[in-house]
């Protein structure tokens, strides 16, 4: 991915009250990109998924691979789709495209690179745990902890050395550890807490979450999903609270 210049944030772009976040590393290419509930996901296969279908399904959701598809050429997209996500061999995907066998290789050789350079690469090159697994649900309990307390050595803990986090719509993007680690200072440090209500999205774990109000109600500002790379984060997106009515998640919490 190509990297732009640190840039001056627009103090509009910014809902947060007293919080000063640092500069972004770079403007993320993709703007648009939205959450889907695994919810949905299971409904749509008809019959329930063997673990290794499951892991193969959930690479093929996940954010990082339909961020990729977005920003890849349409028949780089095309090829991916009919080769790596649905299964059709080389010359019938030639065919369907009205192109040859060596093209439809050479396409998909660059998309393949283009979404291998888009994955998390912390954590040593640590693979996800299974979803639903032990060691998922042990790093997912150690993140709400981290985040509900505001323990930001807790939380930088469980972070990647190149851990990336985004906030689609909004262009800003953060990578690196200590980057990431200023900007959830900045959060923290503005006195906002929070409670987080878990759910699944893209194949990944997911939070509703919940600004804690004076009046003792929690009001929903968006759905943080995260990427795991072994027992470590890898990259956190967070998007906002319009998308919680569709993974089934209320505006806001009665006082806990």
């Known amino acids: 991915m190509p990297r732009q210049a640190p840039c001056r944030r627009p103090a509009k772009e910014w809902e947060l009250p007293n919080v000063v976040p640092p500069e972004p590393t770079r403007l993320g290419e993709v703007a648009w990109l939205e959450p889907y509930p695994d919810a949905l996901l299971e409904g749509a296969t008809g019959a329930p998924l063997g673990p290794e279908a499951r892991c193969e399904r959930n690479e093929s959701v996940s954010l990082a691979f339909v961020t990729a598809l977005q920003v890849l050429p349409p028949r780089q997209v095309a090829v991916v789709v009919l080769r790596d996500v649905l299964g059709f061999h080389a ?10 066998t060596g093209s439809v ?20 090159g640590a693979a ?3 979803p ?8 997912v309990e150690k993140f709400v902890q981290a985040w509900e307390s505001a323990d930001l050595q807790a939380l930088v803990g469980l972070l990647t050395d190149d851990v990336f986090v985004a906030m689609p719509p909004m262009p800003f993007e953060y990578q690196g550890r200590d980057l990431v680690a200023k900007f ?14 878990p759910t699944r999205a893209n194949g990944q774990p997911a939070f509703g979450a919940y600004l804690k109000a004076p009046n003792g109600t929690s009001n929903g500002v968006g ?16 998007f906002e609270n319009t998308v919680l009515a569709s993974f089934g998640l209320p505006r806001s919490l009665p006082d806990r």
């Open 132 to 139: 639903g697994s032990a060691s998922e649900a042990a790093v």
């Open 223 to 238: 759905l943080y999903v995260i990427t795991l790379a072994g027992e470590r984060i890898c990259a956190m997106t967070r």
């Open 184 to 197: 959830c200072a900045s959060i923290f440090g503005a006195g906002r807490l929070f409670d987080l209500v």
């Open 105 to 124: 290789h050479s396409a998909l050789k660059r998309a393949r690179a283009t979404l291998e350079r888009r994955r998390c690469s912390g954590g040593d």
């Open 91 to 100: 010359d019938e995907v030639a065919e369907m495209l009205g192109s040859s």
């Open 128 to 130: 996800a745990p299974s």
